[in-house]
């Protein structure tokens, strides 16, 4: 019996030493910290999402200006240095970021004779190294146009966030309100939200979700524009505490 417990505290005694050399030869924190690509910031976003959306007054078939146009217009034209109203020079002739500044180049109920829409479709504007406006961007300017070219507004029916996915939720937002001033290689503050990679060092940095929803301490953004609505930023909430997969 005596025999046995030697043994047994002997055998007890090389494990310990064991495992406590196997600690030594590899100390954790030695191999680098993994949280550093994948971490996002406990801050961000905040614990209660702004509440759904319920009840609205769009239509579909309406482009309304306050939804969709002036946050186009604020994006693709009027950042710093172009059409926001302060810029000195040819562009500052024309302010696209007010409903009267916009309306000084159209033909309200005529597209095709409305210089908002010439230079666009021409290729004039905006100016090379900026984002382009796509043709569907181009077609909901000309429908808003010929329908009057109305300073109106809708509220969003109802806010859908069942299954948020970077593509079909977060990137129309995105494009809507962001990558105007900030996509390719002239993009502001050197933010590109119009790739993947770019958007995700924004969320990452704690700065995407910090400055949508104007914290202290964060530019708000979009600069020049109004607050995204509580739909969008529930969407975005939802999408980064999910991880913000590329999906
Ligand atoms: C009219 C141009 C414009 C629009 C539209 C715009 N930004 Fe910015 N953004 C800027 C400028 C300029 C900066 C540089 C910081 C500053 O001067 O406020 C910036 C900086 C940032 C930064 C860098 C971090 C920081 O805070 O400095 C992030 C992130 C950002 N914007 C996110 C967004 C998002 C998200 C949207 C859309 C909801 C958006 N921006 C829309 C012009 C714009």
């Known amino acids: 019996m005596k025999i046995t417990y030697v043994a047994l505290s002997l055998i007890l005694i090389l494990v310990i030493i064991f495992s406590c050399q196997h600690q030594v030869q590899f100390p954790t924190g030695s191999i680098g910290n993994p949280d550093t690509t994948t971490h996002i910031p406990t801050t961000n976003p905040p614990p209660n999402p702004p509440p759904p959306i319920t009840g609205s007054s769009c239509s579909p078939d309406t482009v309304y200006f306050t939804n969709t146009i002036l946050p186009m217009m604020n994006s693709n034209c009027a950042m710093s240095g172009c059409h926001d109203g302060l810029s000195r020079g040819d562009a500052g002739q024309y302010t696209l970021n007010t409903y009267s500044g916009i309306m000084a180049i159209v033909r309200a109920g005529n597209a095709n004779s409305s210089k908002l829409v010439s ?19 181009l077609d909901l300017i000309k429908t808003w146009i010929n329908q009057g070219a109305l300073n109106n507004t ?59 929803s104007h914290s202290t301490g964060y530019n708000a953004m979009p600069v020049g524009g109004a607050m995204l609505s509580s739909c969008d930023l529930n969407k975005i909430s939802i999408w980064i505490k999910n991880g913000a997969p590329n999906n």
């Open 119 to 137: 230079v666009i479709a021409n290729g004039t504007m905006p100016p090379r190294g900026h984002t382009a406006i796509s043709a569907a961007q």
């Open 154 to 212: 809708c509220t969003e029916t109802t806010c859908d966030t069942t299954n948020v996915t970077y593509s079909a939720s977060i990137v129309p937002i995105l494009q809507s309100y962001c990558t105007g001033c900030h996509g390719g290689s002239g993009a502001s503050a050197g933010v590109d939200l119009s790739v993947y990679s770019g958007v995700l060092a924004q969320v990452q940095n704690g700065k995407l979700w910090g400055d949508v």
